[in-house]
Structure formats: structure tokens, C-alpha cells
């Protein structure tokens, strides 16, 4: 059975950090390219982060280039995102994706980032 568990979201202050931890299971999580998304209330959801399947190299929107960084490790199946610097507008649902080079995909069931004083 396939499995994208998120963890590691929450309530935090302007300024603050949070770091988000995806955990895989059920594949094979070194042959799958992972990516960090997330969805604001009432907007589509966007591309955050993403790391090849080796962690080589990573991919970062603009918004938040500077401030947050992806890494994986294949021994664990996990994906990571540390977030620094939050802003108000860092608040959303981020999920976790899992892509193969032949398109196949899995999508975890997201977590809740609220960045505010």
C-alpha cells in the first residue's frame, strides 16, 4: 500500500520556522522524484520545492528561494522542507508528491502551515 504521510505543520509566528518531514512507504522511494506543493484557501495549488531522485539537485519557486530547503534521504524515505523566515502568506495545506520518471505519481493528504501573531 502506498503511503505519503506529512508531518510537522502548525501555527506559527511571522518570522518563525517550521520544518515538514514526508514520509513514504509502499514504493520505491529512491526511483521518484519528491516535490513540496502547497494550496491556499481559495487559490490553486503551486509548485514549493523539489529535489531530484538522488537530492543532486533541487528546484525552488521564487516566493520562497532563500528561505526554504528540500532534502531527502533515500535510506529513510523521507523528504524534508525547512521553512524560515514565514510569512503570512506561506500559510497553506503542503503536500508531498512523489513522480517517477514514467509519470506515475502519488500524493500524500497534506498538513496545515498558519504562519500569524
Known amino acids: 500500500q502506498v503511503r505519503l504521510v506529512e508531518s510537522g505543520g502548525g501555527l506559527v509566528q511571522p518570522g518563525g520556522s517550521l520544518r515538514l518531514s514526508c514520509s513514504a512507504s509502499g514504493f520505491t522511494f529512491s526511483n521518484y522524484a519528491m516535490t513540496w506543493y502547497r494550496q491556499a484557501a481559495g487559490k490553486e495549488r503551486e509548485l514549493v520545492a523539489g529535489i531530484s531522485i538522488t537530492g543532486s539537485a533541487t528546484t525552488y519557486a521564487d516566493s520562497v528561494r532563500g528561505r526554504f530547503t528540500i532534502s531527502r534521504d533515500n535510506a529513510k524515505n523521507t523528504v524534508d522542507l525547512q521553512m524560515n523566515s514565514l510569512k503570512p502568506e506561506d500559510t497553506a495545506v503542503y503536500y508531498c508528491?512523489?513522480?517517477?520518471?514514467?509519470?506515475?505519481?502519488?500524493w500524500g493528504q497534506g498538513t496545515q502551515v498558519t504562519v500569524s501573531s
Open positions: 508528491k512523489a513522480r517517477a520518471l514514467s509519470g506515475l505519481s502519488y
